[in-house]
């Protein structure tokens, strides 16, 4: 037994932009396929919180002791944005919770930190990003959004290090002041000069490392966000192009910090023990990692099997492409649209979320221990039995419920009207009145399947406002994730 | 311990109600000034011989000084009082008390509302933001839920259900059109009503009802001393005013086709009120309906028709003007739109032209008062469905044996 990765979770959202969506807008050709996009209610931080989420959401994953998130994009500075994920997971107050923000480099380096970490305790690892870009530019059509998450834990390690290397290099090629909803860019040309030698000698390094040589390499995974160079090294770089594993960036885009995580993800899933795997990430230099798959794979598989786990590929594959052009283009604030004639909200009491955090962040009801009736929002008088103060709490946010009634509310205050509400039933008891989400208002039925989602309802005051929505099972899922309340 | 009512014992001697509307040179003193004042000249006083008051309003004011003030009241008792949508007949069923105890000689409730000068669509909330969990749906929203319920339940087809909803928006309207107080006076035929955009769910615009201002007003005092100022009082039967626990905003067992507190405080009234048969008893009934649906399903509540047949009666216009039971005769809350305060008391102020035969010949309900139906009932819901306040009120013309 090992020390390694024990678990993963990709969290891609609902919504593809299709790309010629935007060439269609501007009058110009554009590239085919789609991009990944965050919905209005997400956001690097619920993103995060999502694949933590599936991550944990497997049998025999030990509880994370220290959480480390890393984005380019984060949605608070000052303060942590880990520590809304850690309550959104309901991870216990003795777990640590940290901000590793900052630039795709970030990424790697908390992905270090946390299997350092991991050698000693169970511990976390969430990166998230959210790419944007000036409309009609490459980055936001090639860019994507998604998360990935890792649990390295000291033993059970599907994956262990057989060496790693840095090529660091200072120079200017992408960058970004504070504020701004967009990165700059170098000429392109000059970025594949610089990367192309590092990471070459970054992969080299790391291979020379673990003693072992470039036909070891069973799989082989290149990450970054210079486009030009990454598709240089997967073709070039020696590997068979049967060995290097897919990016999917035609179907979801570049997830920016989470693309090398994802990737790996995607190689676990489909690997099997034994196997040589190699990491190769682009950012300010390179970085490279030499893992060789342990037995414990194996057995980690059919548990995500059995959990209903859907794989990275999978995750591709699924995904609502009818989005318009300008609504994305509202949702990431590049337009303005007119508001509808209600009261903006104003922004949660910071008192209130704090009394409240086991329901607000966790999703936790109440359940009373005299007759067993779940309360959404928890409570302290029963209303079935009376009995005051004999709750204990109870986490749904992981369990499933059935749509009781609906309506389309196209009057409510919402970011992207018309908004969703929706009656759930949770499975095993417990009713909640809330708002749906990644949903077709025209699908939703008296006994729609749905699970909970992590979402940020919206912003006011600069206070993101944080809660659960519901929306529909993807296809498939009925099987998985086990109830996990507790 | 029981709820016994006071049946008898409180006579209605004066009242007023302003044009309900956009009333964009009304303010809030305005209104309050024009209800008060026809209200006490109905009932041949003066506003000195008023000894105690009490003010509903949700939003368009706090404490009583927003009706000492602009009345310029002696030094008196002013109690404001606010129960969401039913907000004015809470100030009507505490004026009632306060002269039943024999603490008054007369008092007075007024409701009113001022809702048009916030310039948003719909009605707006007032701040409970807390830690930003509550779900943000707008009050049609919440009673669209009834609408899929109520088809999935009773078996019927959506576009029939439909055109159910649509049939009580064009009779309210139908009502409406005739009376001059009305925010709405024109009738609107069923293919606007059933065309009309969506606001939420099943419900179009014309499902909902409007947003307006206006107030109303109401004295009464002990029904000995009612002859004093009137020759034709009219007597409170019964006063029942629950709020629920919520249960059905957390109970997976509520099916969104009920409201219990209707139930519950429409058995309490009929009881104080001494009413078995309310299809057969009552001449007429002013319901809260805020948008068909809620009306479709107070019908059932309120025991005018069997669970699960009201859809049928409103097809076959049991609950139309000139029909077996007329409901919301003056055009409701969909003409009149909702000033939240002023509901309440513009529902009573029909039943005092009703029951007293002093509404105008077009639109008088026939075989009310002697030798007929004596009865009127005023019923107002503040909340949704699951988790509501509910009024219910039954006056008449004559005192019973």
Redesign the interface.
């Given at each position: 037994m090992s020390a390694g990765i024990v678990s993963w979770g990709v969290y891609l959202p609902y919504w593809r932009l299709e790309r010629t969506a935007i060439g269609a807008a501007f009058g110009t050709a554009t590239a085919k396929g789609t991009r990944a996009v965050a919905s209005y209610d997400e956001d690097t931080t619920t993103l995060g919180a999502e694949a933590g989420r599936r991550a944990l959401d497997v049998a025999g994953v030990p509880v994370p002791e220290d959480l480390f998130f890393s984005t380019p994009a984060p949605a608070y500075l000052d303060k942590t944005n880990a520590t809304t994920i850690h309550a959104a997971l309901g991870l216990p107050p003795g777990a640590g919770a940290y901000d590793l923000c900052g630039s795709v480099r970030s990424a790697w380096a908390t992905m270090s930190l946390t299997a350092l970490s991991g050698e000693r305790r169970p511990s976390m690892a969430v990166i998230s990003d959210l790419r944007t870009g000036l409309p009609g530019g490459a980055e936001e059509s090639q860019g994507g959004d998604g998360a990935v998450a890792f649990v390295f834990a000291p033993e059970g390690g599907v994956a262990e290090v057989m060496g790693h290397a840095s090529a660091t290099d200072e120079f200017l090629e992408r960058w970004r002041v504070p504020g701004e909803t967009a990165s700059r860019q170098w000429e392109d040309r000059f970025g594949e000069e610089v990367y192309v030698p590092a990471a070459r000698a970054a992969f080299t390094d790391a291979l020379q490392n673990a003693g072992l040589t470039i036909d070891d390499v069973d799989h082989l995974v290149v990450a970054g966000l210079h486009a030009r160079a990454v598709g240089s090294l997967r073709r070039a770089l020696g590997v068979p192009s049967d060995r290097v594993a897919p990016d999917y960036v035609a179907r979801i885009g570049n997830l920016g910090a989470a693309q090398a995580g994802v990737g790996l993800a995607d190689v676990l899933e489909r690997g099997s023990p034994g196997q040589v795997v190699v990491v190769l990430e682009l950012a300010d230099g390179a970085d490279a990692v030499v893992l060789r798959t342990t037995a414990a794979l194996v057995a980690v598989q059919e548990e995500r099997r059995k959990a209903g786990s859907i794989g990275v590929a999978a995750l591709v594959d699924q995904g609502r492409a009818d989005l318009p052009y300008a609504v994305f283009l509202t949702w990431r604030g590049h337009l303005r649209r007119e508001p509808?004639?209600?009261?903006e909200?104003?922004?949660?009491?910071a008192p209130?979320?704090r009394?409240?955090e086991g329901?607000?962040f966790g999703f936790s009801a109440s359940r009373c221990v005299a007759c067993g009736f779940v309360?959404?929002?928890p409570t302290r008088v029963c209303?079935s039995c009376r009995a005051v103060d004999r709750m204990e709490p109870l986490r749904l946010a992981d369990v499933r419920g059935t749509v009781?009634?609906?309506?389309?509310?196209?009057?409510?205050?919402?970011l992207s009207p018309p908004?969703v509400?929706a009656?759930i039933?949770f499975d095993g008891?417990?009713?909640?009145?809330?708002?749906m989400t990644d949903v077709d208002p025209e699908a939703v039925?008296?006994g729609t399947r749905v699970e909970m989602t992590f979402r940020r309802?919206y912003t006011a005051e600069g206070v993101h406002?944080y809660?659960w929505k519901a929306r529909p099972l993807s296809d498939g899922a009925e099987t998985g994730r086990g109830r996990r309340a507790s | 311990m029981a709820s016994r009512g006071i049946r008898d014992r409180v006579a209605i001697v004066g009242m007023g109600c302003t044009p309900f509307g956009e009333l964009w040179d009304k303010s809030v003193d305005d209104l309050l000034t024009d209800a008060t004042v026809e209200c006490v000249d109905s009932a041949g006083i003066s506003l000195d011989d008023v000894d105690a008051f009490w003010l509903g309003t949700m939003g368009s004011g706090l404490s009583g000084l927003t009706l000492s003030r602009p009345l310029k009241i002696d030094y008196k008792p002013v109690t404001h009082v606010e129960n969401f949508c039913a907000t004015g007949s809470e100030a009507y069923r505490n004026a009632c008390y306060a002269v039943a105890s024999g603490a008054y000689d007369l008092a007075m409730a007024v409701g009113m509302e001022k809702l048009k000068d916030s310039g948003y669509s719909g009605l707006t909330g007032i701040r409970q933001v807390g830690d930003g969990t509550l779900a943000g749906l707008s009050s049609p929203a919440a009673f669209s839920f009834l609408v899929p319920a109520y088809a999935h339940k009773y078996g019927v087809d959506p576009d029939e259900l439909k055109s159910v909803l649509t049939r009580i928006a064009w009779k309210n309207h139908r009502n409406g059109a005739v009376n001059p107080r009305a925010q709405f006076r024109k009738e609107v035929s069923t293919e606007k009503i059933a065309s009309s955009p969506l606001v939420a769910g099943e419900l179009g615009v014309f499902d909902c009802s409007g947003v307006s201002d206006g107030a109303a007003a109401v004295v009464v005092c002990r029904a000995e001393d009612a002859h004093r100022y009137t020759d034709t009082p009219l007597y409170v039967k019964g006063l029942s005013l629950v709020a629920g626990p919520a249960a059905g905003i957390i109970d997976p067992d509520y099916d969104y086709t009920s409201f219990e507190e209707v139930v519950r405080s429409a058995a309490d009234a009929y009881h104080q009120a001494g009413i078995t048969d309310p299809r057969a008893q009552l001449a007429m009934a002013e319901v809260h309906d805020c948008f068909t649906p809620t009306e479709l399903v107070l019908m059932e509540d309120l025991g005018f028709a069997e669970r699960g047949t009201a859809w049928k009666e409103v097809l076959a216009g049991t609950f139309d003007r000139d029909g077996e039971l007329p409901v919301n005769p003056d055009g409701g809350l969909k003409s009149f739109g909702h000033p939240i305060g002023a509901s309440g008391l513009r529902m009573l102020f029909e039943c005092w032209l009703q029951l007293r035969r002093q509404a105008p010949p077009e639109r008088q309900i026939a075989g009310v008062g002697e030798g007929g139906r004596t009865l009127g009932l005023t019923h107002n819901l503040g909340g949704g469905p699951g988790e509501c306040v509910s009024f219910v009120g039954v006056v008449g013309s004559q005192l019973s044996d």
């Open positions: 509808p004639r209600r009261p909200p104003e922004r949660p009491d209130a979320m009394r409240n329901w607000k309360h959404l929002p209303l009781a009634t609906y309506t389309v509310d196209r009057l409510a205050f919402s908004m509400g009656v039933d008891g417990g009713r909640y009145r809330g708002e039925s008296i309802l406002n809660f | -």
